[in-house]
């Protein structure tokens, strides 16, 4: 059974959720604000925790920080919940490290569609660091030897982990016409013509780093 761990200050919302979560087999525990959330977070690693941005003793941001400074918390995955109208929140928490935004009020079907995709890639990500073949996703710069800018690398290195154009857009502080911008040059230059079979060859450059020749 996979653990999640709730950090939100409204209880109407955190009761819906924890529901939510319980009824589709979930082991769930919850927290009432953000201090409270680390804690628990530390004391019993979740599989993945979704968390609100703005809370009483330390909001989402800082919680996040927290957790991506210590090696044992590192790498949980993390969902941001979000009020509808703080968009540009995302940016400061996909460069912390944030997986996903979701926007409340939360639909069901978005909340688990969203939390299992994560603990899916999750379980991807592990096991090709087992085999020894994962892609190294922490740099843009080995992208830069496809011939592309570095910017057109960042914007390619977010693609490849399966972002869409507004949320590469956030990520990096553009607009969505800068990013489809970029997407063109990059396809030209790879001779491509999807973003999937951009992203392909990103991931291939990516693994070789992250698994050098010997």
Not at 49 to 68: F, K, N, S
Not at 97 to 115: I, Q, R, S
Not at 168 to 197: C, D, P, Q, Y
Request: proline fraction near 4%; glycine fraction near 8%; charge should be negative.
């Amino acid at each position: 059974m996979n653990k999640i761990l709730i950090i939100e200050d409204d209880d109407q919302t955190r009761e819906n959720l924890e529901i939510i979560l319980s009824m589709e087999g979930f082991g769930v525990r919850a927290a009432a604000n953000g201090r409270a959330g680390l804690e628990l977070a530390r004391a019993d690693r979740p599989d993945l925790i979704v968390c609100d941005v703005t809370m009483p003793e330390l909001d989402g941001h800082g919680v996040l920080r927290e957790l991506r400074d210590n090696p044992q918390t590192a790498d949980i995955p993390f969902l941001f919940l979000t009020a509808q109208g703080e968009r540009h929140q995302q940016r400061a928490g996909m460069n912390l490290g944030a997986d996903d935004y979701l926007c409340k009020p939360l639909d069901a079907e978005d909340l688990l569609a969203a939390v299992r995709m994560r603990l899916k890639r999750q379980r991807e990500q592990q096991d090709a660091a087992l085999a020894g073949a994962g892609p190294d996703f922490s740099s843009a710069v080995p992208l830069e030897t496809l011939g592309l800018t570095v910017r057109e690398a960042e914007v390619l290195l977010w693609v490849a982990q399966g972002k869409a154009n507004a949320d590469v857009a956030t990520i990096l502080g553009m607009s969505e016409k800068t990013v489809k911008i970029h997407l063109g040059h990059i396809f030209e230059k790879l001779n491509v013509e999807t973003r999937t079979a951009a992203a392909l060859q990103a991931v291939e450059v990516l693994t070789r780093v992250a698994r050098p020749a010997a």
